[in-house]
């Protein structure tokens, strides 16, 4: 059974910081890229960060770039996403899922929407004063 779970949501106020992390069950590790998206009410979802767990590449959204930060630990089966000067416009469920980092012969830090065949629950992250 595949399985992807993120979790470390919360509360925190404007400038604070959040760890989000994304455990992974049932496929090799390494042989995947994570991608994680968020999505705010009324708005559609939106690609924030990618990395592959097998070369470390890593993508950031503009909007979040210099602010949050995506790793991974093998031995952990787990992706993080550190997020540090946390703003209003940040509050949305975040969601992590997972693609194949070689496929069709083309290698994906970020693999296409449509090629996603695995997705965890969201965690949800607020930001408020």
């Known amino acids: 059974e595949v399985q992807l779970q993120a979790s470390g949501g919360g509360w925190v106020q404007p400038g604070g910081s959040l760890r989000l992390s994304c455990a992974v069950s049932?496929?090799?590790?390494?042989?995947?890229?994570i991608v994680w998206f968020r999505q705010a009410p009324g708005k559609e979802r939106e690609r924030v960060s990618c990395?592959?767990?097998?070369?470390?590449?890593?993508y950031y959204e503009a909007s979040v770039k210099g602010r949050f930060t995506i790793s991974s630990s093998n031995a952990e089966n787990t992706v993080y996403l550190q997020m540090n000067s946390l703003k209003f416009d940040d509050t949305a469920v975040y969601y992590c899922?997972?693609?194949?980092?070689?496929?069709?012969?083309?290698?994906?830090?970020?693999?296409?929407?449509?090629?996603?065949?695995?997705w965890g629950q969201g965690t949800l992250v607020t930001v408020s004063s």
């Open positions: 049932g496929f090799t590790f390494g042989d995947y890229s």
């Open positions: 990395t592959s767990t097998k070369d470390g590449s890593t």
């Open positions: 899922a997972a693609g194949l980092y070689y496929s069709g012969g083309y290698y994906y830090t970020c693999p296409p929407l449509a090629e996603l065949g695995s």
